[in-house]
């Protein structure tokens, strides 16, 4: 149980253009997904929290015009990178967590983006 | 803010051999400490957790001491099987931020036959 998945698993854009990446929780329902970011040989940053139903909250130094996140269902949430750079690149991870504060977080495999 | 280190780099040992993972942490307040592995080509998963000063989380053959008078979280164990080749992950949860999770670096473990 407590199964998340990520889709794609990998994705190439050109520059300028938006791609999006799906969370879903298969076999329980999310109240807070969390996204996060890891760059080769470096640990995971936590991007941004979302709730379902509200807006979610970034972490400073995030844009959040430029990484959109959509909670709209409980086993759902989404991040649209929008007019991606190269730098954007990356391997994004998301998690999902059932409960409140005590409650554990169970994370999908990442989607690696490359942004050419 | 909220940090965790690893030690660097890789670690390759053979079947059977002893295996530490050292970790350390800074933190304001009480947090609570994981262990997380990633196998290849799947999501992170809790390995283990301690949330209180000498405790002692322990799973799959692993131990881990939450020692808050040395700031440290060491992975241990005592003979390491092929299956065991994965990446590490120390981790705490920041009880006064949501409980955010702030990682390490990771570290890749290959155990050789």
């Known amino acids: 149980g407590a199964v998340v998945s990520q889709h794609p698993s990998r994705v190439i854009c050109k520059s300028g253009t938006s791609v999006k990446i799906e969370c879903r929780s298969l076999?329980?329902?999310?109240?807070?997904m969390f996204w996060y970011r890891q760059f080769p040989k470096q640990s995971l940053m936590l991007m941004a929290t979302s709730n379902e139903g509200s807006k979610a909250t970034y972490e400073q130094g995030v844009e959040k015009d430029k990484f959109l996140i959509n909670h709209a269902s409980l086993t759902l949430s989404t991040l649209t990178v929008t007019s991606a750079h190269p730098e954007d690149s990356s391997f994004y991870i998301c998690?999902?967590?059932?409960?409140?504060?005590?409650?554990?977080?169970?994370f999908g495999p990442g989607t690696r983006l490359t942004v050419t | 803010g909220d940090s965790v280190t690893q030690m660097e780099g890789p670690v390759t040992l053979s079947e059977e051999a002893f295996l530490t993972i050292n970790c350390t942490y800074t933190a304001t307040g009480y947090p609570s400490l994981f262990w997380y592995v990633q196998y290849p080509g799947e999501g992170l998963q809790l390995l283990l957790k301690a949330t209180k000063a000498d405790d002692k989380g322990s799973n799959k053959g692993f131990e881990a001491t939450y020692r808050k008078e040395t700031t440290s979280f060491h992975l241990e164990k005592g003979s390491v099987q092929v299956s065991d080749s994965a990446v590490y992950f120390c981790?705490?949860?920041?009880?006064?931020?949501?409980?955010?999770?702030?990682f390490g670096k990771g570290n890749q473990v290959v155990v050789i036959p």
């Open positions: 076999d329980f329902q999310a109240t807070t």
């Open positions: 981790a705490l949860s920041d009880p006064y931020g949501n409980n955010r999770l702030a």
């Open positions: 998690s999902a967590r059932v409960g409140g504060l005590n409650y554990e977080q169970y």
